[in-house]
């Protein structure tokens, strides 16, 4: 059984200034040929390795999304009277912008595809959908045209948008101009699917972004999502998430201090030794971690206290999430569960301005000699995928 409620920003469907185009693309493949990145991989090799990787190059067919995809349209889109299978556009206008010159019918091929993709009886027919939806994602043109000049203002067509001006304009040859877009550098690009549309009030939008703004830049750090997500000025493509394990590791310092001591136990009429143990799990990360919408991603910290012979004095869990989710009788709106404006948020993850801190003061019988303290830190991504991302193992003499 999965969990999986996404919080999705569903007034992000709010009018887009997108130019109207002519034509609509009735096949994945017309769709693809008008926003045809081939020549980008030509020129942009090491861009296009790094991007086709990325979670932005799979933005479909990531397993997770696909699952989510699919409940959507099972449990709401076809549960729901007002709403019409079309409506998977509420999830695809950020997973792939281009779909706005999609035509009806493609949409509900992508619907008919995810749905085979994820439900078919036979792994064939399984495969077969996920190999055409592969074709669909978060592509070069998605964020330098559609996406690069922000809520306020249409992107020009068959302009390619960058972070500089070039005055050689490198792309004229095959009929592209190059223009420049500072938002390309800002943490407010990102936002524009990782956050609500500005006309959200802030209070009712509690993201990843949110915790970005309150947590870290407020506190008075300057880093955009881009210095630690593309490697800064080396504007790496793979946009590092937590599929990095090295990434991921370095989002978060685990310290153990454990000292012995001894107190007076007035029951028993002598001293007795005990354990003062302080764990401290530092997030250095620009936002909370981890983050998602409930139950998972989860980190989990497990502690466990064990004598010279091996046999345990102490066992503890901690675990941290973000998670957002509706009661009964919270804000009327059609798919509720779905939408994070009516959602209840629960933030029970690691912020980067508050180390999460925990003190054990552990009594030990009086024949200890030495414990083994030891903390695992992971982080649970997926179902199947489980990362370990801190471990320290201490022994501590206990003193006579
Ligand atoms: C406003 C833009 C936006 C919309 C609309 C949107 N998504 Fe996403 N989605 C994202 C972003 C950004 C991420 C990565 C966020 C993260 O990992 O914190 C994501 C990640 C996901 C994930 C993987 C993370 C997880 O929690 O398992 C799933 C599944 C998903 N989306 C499904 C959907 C579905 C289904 C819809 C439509 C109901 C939808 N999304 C609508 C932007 C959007
Ligand atoms: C998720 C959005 C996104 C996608 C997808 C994307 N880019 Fe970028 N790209 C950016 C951002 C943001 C910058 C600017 C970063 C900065 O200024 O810090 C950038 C910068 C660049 C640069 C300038 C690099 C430099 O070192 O000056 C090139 C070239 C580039 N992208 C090419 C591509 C190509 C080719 C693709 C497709 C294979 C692609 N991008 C896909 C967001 C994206
Ligand atoms: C014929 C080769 C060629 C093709 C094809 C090409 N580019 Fe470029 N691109 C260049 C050159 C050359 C530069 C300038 C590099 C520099 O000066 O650092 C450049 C620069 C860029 C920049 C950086 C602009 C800036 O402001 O820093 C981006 C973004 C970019 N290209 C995206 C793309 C995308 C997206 C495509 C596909 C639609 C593409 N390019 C196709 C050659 C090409
Ligand atoms: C056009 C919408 C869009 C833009 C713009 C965008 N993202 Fe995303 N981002 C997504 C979606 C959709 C996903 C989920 C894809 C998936 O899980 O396969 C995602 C996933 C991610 C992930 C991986 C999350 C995970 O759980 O694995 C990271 C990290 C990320 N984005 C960072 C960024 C950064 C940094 C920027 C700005 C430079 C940015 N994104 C801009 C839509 C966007
Ligand atoms: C100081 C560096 C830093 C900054 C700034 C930063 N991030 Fe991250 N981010 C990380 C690290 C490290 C991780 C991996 C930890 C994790 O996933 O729990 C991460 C994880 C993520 C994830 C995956 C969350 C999860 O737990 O699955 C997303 C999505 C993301 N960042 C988006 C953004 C966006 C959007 C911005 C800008 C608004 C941003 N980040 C700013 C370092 C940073």
Redesign the pocket.
């Known amino acids: 059984m999965r969990n999986i409620f996404i919080c999705i920003l569903l007034l992000s469907i709010a009018v887009l200034p997108y130019p109207v185009s002519a034509k609509k693309a009735a096949t994945i493949d017309e769709l693809v040929e008008m926003y045809?990145?081939k020549?980008?991989a030509?020129?942009?090799a090491d861009?296009y390795e790094d991007w086709k990787t990325s979670t932005m190059g799979n933005s479909i067919i990531d397993p997770r999304v696909l699952l989510g995809m699919r409940t959507f349209i099972r449990l709401a889109l076809d549960e729901e009277k007002s709403m019409k299978r079309e409506d998977i556009t509420i999830c695809l206008n950020c997973h792939i912008p281009q779909i706005k010159d999609a035509a009806p019918e493609l949409i509900l091929h992508i619907g008919d595809l995810i749905l085979t993709a994820v439900e078919n009886d036979n792994e064939l027919k399984r495969e077969a959908a996920k190999k055409e939806l592969s074709k669909l994602n978060l592509n070069?043109?998605g964020c330098?045209?559609l996406k690069a000049t922000g809520f306020n203002a249409a992107p020009k067509e068959k302009v390619?948008?960058?972070?500089?001006?070039?005055e050689?304009n490198?792309?004229a040859?095959?009929g592209?101009q190059?223009e420049?877009s500072a938002l390309l550098s800002t943490s407010e690009f990102c936002a524009q699917c990782h956050h609500c549309p500005p006309d959200v009030p802030w209070k009712d939008c509690p993201t990843l972004y949110t915790t970005y703004i309150e947590n870290f830049i407020q506190k008075g750090r300057k880093e955009t999502c881009q210095n630690c997500h593309m490697m800064g000025e080396a504007r790496i493509h793979t946009f590092a998430g937590p599929g990095n394990i090295d990434f991921l590791k370095s989002s978060l310092s685990l310290n153990v201090a454990a000292r012995p001591t001894r107190y007076i136990d007035i029951y028993e009429n002598r001293k007795m030794p005990a354990l003062v143990l302080e764990i401290e799990l530092k997030n250095n990360a620009g936002h909370v971690i981890p983050h998602g919408c409930a139950i998972m991603p989860r980190i989990i910290m497990e502690l466990s206290v064990r004598d010279q012979e091996g046999r345990e004095i102490l066992s503890r869990q901690k675990e941290f999430s973000v998670n957002d989710l509706y009661f009964k009788g919270g804000k009327q709106v059609v798919m509720a569960e779905w939408d994070v404006t009516a959602t209840e948020h629960f933030n029970l993850g690691i912020n980067p301005d508050k180390p999460d801190t925990s003190t054990f003061i552990i009594p030990l019988e009086k024949d200890i000699k030495s414990v083994n303290v030891e903390v695992n830190v992971k982080y649970t991504y997926s179902r199947d995928r489980i990362f370990t991302i801190g471990k320290t193992v201490q022994k501590v003499e206990i003193e006579k």
Do not use: E
């Open positions: 045809n990145i020549p980008c030509g020129c942009h861009k070069c043109l330098h045209n390619i948008y960058g972070p500089r001006s070039m050689n490198p792309h040859g095959f592209f190059t420049k």
